[in-house]
């Protein structure tokens, strides 16, 4: 969710004073020798080798363990007009389904559990795993991780090693557990959870740009106040991130061709005897979604916001050797200016 900091901040390499030169070799066609002049600029102010920037990386995991059976029927969809992400499986003779998406108009991550028998689960918050060839960087960057739980709460802190201007001291998170009908009870740093017709968490986080002090407090209160209720989380994102999206449509053949019903695997076996217009379609929307998911302060990184491990690639960069400018190139075409301001 943040740049995690393990490395000292460095000024920009004086590039300006070389800059006409720059344009005159790329003028004349001469890129290679262009190029280089930003490397022998950072040699001689004393960079030394490549210096990657802080990675991008998760803050916690949200873990939710259910009874174990048969699994069959299994389904992943996404709604790129909402972002609402869904999995819907049968399992011992009943339909279970997960849906969760990240509320632009509210900042919480929503998650609902519902399905047509009662809802046995065990709810924690939990570090991200860590690879053992991880174990030393991630060290060298987090200072302490800690999980707690109590009546209708989970809570989770972590704090950097480091702190340097304009970067956070660590981030704190809290999440609020609602019930339609069974009960919960904690058991350490889980909430368990029996018999519920439906299970529905909010999560909420913030990063401690000020202070090491906890804002769980903070955090705990804006969660208590007011009627969480899924659905009108999903209206308020569908005004906020499905008008955004709504503001475009590409259409390449008939509305109602039989290719808009495929799921994505059937989409890409398709793909590879011949393209046809709705997948085109689907690749357009999927992409938009992407960058609207991805587009908030800053605009998307290479990753965008799905990282998922301590050590993206390229550091999970803001790199503008195309990949930025790819990323925010469709901004006006798609009827969005205001996001070009990230």
């Known amino acids: 969710l943040n740049h995690m900091p393990v490395r000292l901040p460095l000024p920009p390499i004086d590039q300006a004073s070389r800059l006409q030169e720059i344009r005159a070799l790329i003028a004349a066609g001469r890129y290679d020798e262009a190029a280089a002049i930003p490397v022998a600029q950072s040699m001689a102010e004393g960079y030394g080798e490549k210096h990657w920037i802080d990675p991008f990386v998760p803050l916690c995991n949200l873990r939710v363990l259910t009874e174990a059976g048969n699994v069959s029927d299994y389904v992943r969809m996404v709604d790129f007009e909402t972002g609402e992400a869904k999995v819907q499986w049968q399992q011992n003779g009943a339909l279970y ?125 804006a969660l208590a106040v007011g009627n969480w209720a899924y659905d009108d989380l999903l209206a308020a994102q569908r005004a ?43 690749q357009f929307d999927a992409a938009r979604y992407n960058i609207l998911s991805s587009t908030g302060i800053n605009p998307p990184s290479l990753q965008g916001v799905w990282s998922g491990t301590w050590t993206p690639p390229w550091s999970s960069g803001f790199t503008h050797d195309g990949n930025v400018e790819v990323a925010v190139s469709h901004l006006l075409s798609a009827n969005t200016p205001e996001l070009m301001e990230a």
């Open 97 to 221: 389904q997960r849906s969760l998406f990240v509320s632009r108009a509210d900042s919480v991550v929503v998650l609902r559990l519902h399905g047509d028998a009662p809802l046995n689960v065990e709810l924690f918050l939990r570090q991200h795993p860590i690879a053992w060839d991880q174990y030393e960087f991630v060290g060298s960057g987090i200072k302490s991780a800690k999980a707690g739980a109590a009546a209708g709460s989970l809570t989770y802190s972590t704090r950097f090693v480091h702190h340097y201007e304009g970067i956070p001291y660590g981030f704190d998170a809290a999440a609020r557990i609602l019930l339609k009908g069974g009960s919960m009870q904690t058991s350490g740093e889980r909430i368990i959870v029996e018999g519920a017709e439906e299970i529905l968490v909010v999560m909420k986080l913030a990063a401690l740009m000020d202070t090491e002090a906890s804002l769980l407090p903070l955090l705990q209160d």
């Open 240 to 282: 906020t991130h499905g008008e955004l999206f709504s503001r475009v449509r590409l259409q390449l053949g008939e509305e109602d061709a039989p290719e808009a019903g495929l799921q994505s695997e059937a989409f890409v076996q398709r793909a590879r005897k011949g393209s046809n217009g709705a997948i085109i379609e689907k």
